[in-house]
């Protein structure tokens, strides 16, 4: 079943997607990743933006810089999430973010808080950034430009993805259950 | 054109080249998967398939990235006629600098331990340059822009003799395994058997990274093992995206080495589903040929 979602998203919104789901987004979505989430997390300074609501992608994109000082989007893809899992749990929590857009998914720790609060994981095709960056119309804010480019990143989006549901708001990850099917079936090879 | 200004041409047109314009090769084995997804009645797999190939024609059409990753410079080059080498280096790496400040391209590389960034993408050891030597009177240089979600996924064991055949076939699983969804499957498996530790990576990347889709290994008992683990790797359902399905791997490539008598190693490294690579092929007079 596809769904046509519009940010900020609410509990409703994410508690009715169930795995293979697929979503297109609206509005808005924020990018961050690894340095980001350090800032965020280790040296706890709060996000300067409202994460309410709001669809995270982890990325670091390819931008240039005009001399107005805004930002020209060149390429923006997705990055692997498995990699700053840590960071997920809070924010769902802390800073009611209601989805992340990434890739390879997120483990066991984040999947138990997402159908606590309410928040899923939304695949999307890992390399596939010139189709996202068509998706994405301008970068409309920048925040902590010294990471760049793993800045805190506010996208105007529209129509973006087909986007998977991966991991949904009721404890279940496809990635669990076709790594779990995977561990039988290699049990099972004759080597 | 002096031929070490061809070089540096080459480099930072290759650069952009790989990013850009997926090989063909890669191309036909992605619609392959995407005909075997869709004739398995696979439907998330099909999709994922179907948004790769749309994500190529994008790029094609706008002439722009096919992935953010602007991954770190591999060259392989092979020099066929006598060069300074030293100048080759420096070409070379100025090529990926030109390439990096015109694009521009976003920057990787940086301190290991410091992670400041050097904003080039090159820096101490990067560009990896990797030499061979023939008699073919031209320069062929390749890159491969290689994309971290794959590195990553990179894997070395020094097996015992006594493990064998089905050892190595063990190991390899494992790794796929343990990757799971993070290196962008459909992916381009690369073994390095034997050798000492340090080639068996090498041999890996080579597999992955710089082998045509559809060129087996010469050794035919080399060959077979490619095919029983392509078809292994591929029954594990990981799928592409490890979203499930029957298309995991795209390709299985082993190159190997003589060893010692009491090692096995076996080295693994993943390319993802984008396969980037960009070859071109330099006369002594210089002139510049491109292929895909």
């Given at each position: 079943m596809h769904h046509n979602l519009t940010t900020p998203l609410t509990e409703a919104d994410v508690r009715a997607l169930k795995l293979e789901d697929t979503v297109s987004i609206d509005g808005v979505m924020f990018g961050l990743r690894?340095?980001?989430?350090?800032?965020?997390?280790?040296?706890?300074?709060?996000?300067?933006?409202?994460l309410t609501g709001s669809v995270c992608l982890h990325t670091a994109p390819g931008v240039r810089k005009r001399a107005d000082g805004t930002y020209e989007k060149l390429s923006i893809g997705t990055t692997t999430?498995?990699?700053?899992?840590?960071f997920a749990p809070g924010l769902f929590e802390t800073y009611g973010v209601r989805a992340i857009v990434g890739k390879g998914g997120l483990l066991q720790g984040s999947v138990d808080t997402m159908a606590r609060v309410g928040s899923v994981y939304l695949a999307i095709v890992g390399g596939a950034a010139a189709l996202a960056t068509a998706q994405i119309e301008s970068i409309d804010q920048v925040w902590w430009e010294d990471l760049m480019p793993e800045c805190l990143w506010k996208f105007r989006v529209k129509d973006f993805g087909p986007l998977i549901v991966a991991i949904d708001a009721h404890g279940n990850s496809l990635y669990q259950q076709i790594q779990a099917r995977a561990a039988e079936r290699i049990k099972a090879l004759k080597l | 054109m002096s031929i070490y200004n061809s070089i540096e041409?080459?480099?930072?047109?290759?650069?952009?080249?790989?990013?850009?314009?997926?090989?063909?090769d890669v191309r036909a084995a992605l619609a392959e998967a995407r005909d075997r997804e869709n004739q398995e009645g696979n439907a998330t797999a099909e999709q994922v398939m179907f948004t790769i190939l749309e994500n190529i024609d994008t790029a094609d059409a706008e002439d722009t990235l096919v992935c953010q990753d602007t991954g770190l410079a591999v060259f392989k080059v092979n020099i066929g006629f006598p060069i300074d080498v030293q100048e080759l280096d420096r070409r070379l790496r100025k090529g990926c600098e030109r390439a990096t400040a015109d694009y521009p391209l976003r920057s990787?590389?940086?301190?290991?331990?410091?992670?400041?960034?050097?904003?080039?993408?090159?820096?101490?050891?990067?560009?990896?340059?990797?030499?061979?030597f023939s008699t073919s009177n031209a320069i062929e240089i390749t890159l491969a822009p290689k994309g971290s979600g794959s590195e990553n996924m990179s894997f070395l064991k020094m097996l015992t003799p006594a493990e064998g055949r089905k050892g190595v076939k063990k190991f390899v699983l494992q790794c796929i395994f343990d990757s799971g969804a993070r290196p962008c499957p459909p992916m381009i498996v690369g073994i390095g058997l034997g050798g000492t530790s340090d080639v068996a990576m090498q041999l890996a990347k080579d597999a992955s990274t710089f082998r045509k889709i559809g060129a087996s290994n010469s050794d035919p008992d080399i060959a077979a093992l490619e095919r029983e683990l392509l078809d292994q790797i591929n029954q594990t359902g990981i799928g592409?995206?490890?979203?499930?399905?029957?298309?995991?791997?795209?390709?299985?490539h082993i190159e190997w080495a003589h060893t010692h008598i009491s090692q096995n190693p076996v080295a693994v490294n993943i390319q993802c589903w984008r396969g980037e690579r960009a070859t071109a092929v330099i006369s002594p007079e210089g002139t510049?040929?491109?292929a895909s």
């Open positions: 690894d340095a980001t989430q350090i800032r965020i997390f280790d040296e706890g300074i709060a996000p300067p933006a409202d999430s498995t990699r700053m899992d840590r | 041409t080459a480099a930072r047109e290759l650069y952009l080249r790989a990013l850009k314009d997926i090989p063909q990787n590389t940086v301190h290991p331990l410091t992670r400041k960034h050097t904003g080039t993408n090159t820096g101490q050891g990067i560009p990896v340059i990797k030499l061979a592409p995206q490890g979203l499930g399905g029957a298309t995991t791997a795209l390709a299985v510049i040929e491109y």
